[in-house]
């Protein structure tokens, strides 16, 4: 998939503690922590989608109508699929 520009805004809005893992805006990159273990820079294909820079995989954002994040749907080559609820 390829790389999208995101709004910083929209990209913030991301932020939060998903279960175990949390999402943080560091260095003007979303970054995901996986249950406390070496941060993955994101990579944007779209406002909810997701890559990883350094890891194969996907994340994908549950948004309410609002468009507020309700939970995470992870696919990781290392963990297999896993989905957690926004805290």
């Given at each position: 998939a390829q790389r999208?520009?995101?709004d910083q805004a929209?990209?913030?809005?991301?932020v939060g503690r998903y279960?175990?893992?949390r999402v943080e805006w560091k260095n003007e990159n979303l970054v995901f922590n996986f249950n406390g273990?070496?941060?993955l820079v994101?990579?944007?294909h779209s406002e909810t989608e997701f890559g990883f820079?350094?890891?194969?995989?996907?994340?994908?954002?549950?948004?309410?109508?609002?468009?507020?994040?309700?939970?995470?749907?992870?696919n990781l080559d290392?963990?297999?699929?896993?989905?957690?609820?926004?805290k």
């Open positions: 999208i520009e995101l929209v990209a913030k809005r991301l279960g175990g893992h273990n070496t941060p994101m990579v944007p820079t350094k890891s194969a995989g996907n994340i994908k954002f549950d948004l309410n109508e609002d468009g507020i994040p309700t939970g995470i749907e992870l290392a963990a297999g699929k896993r989905k957690a609820i926004r």
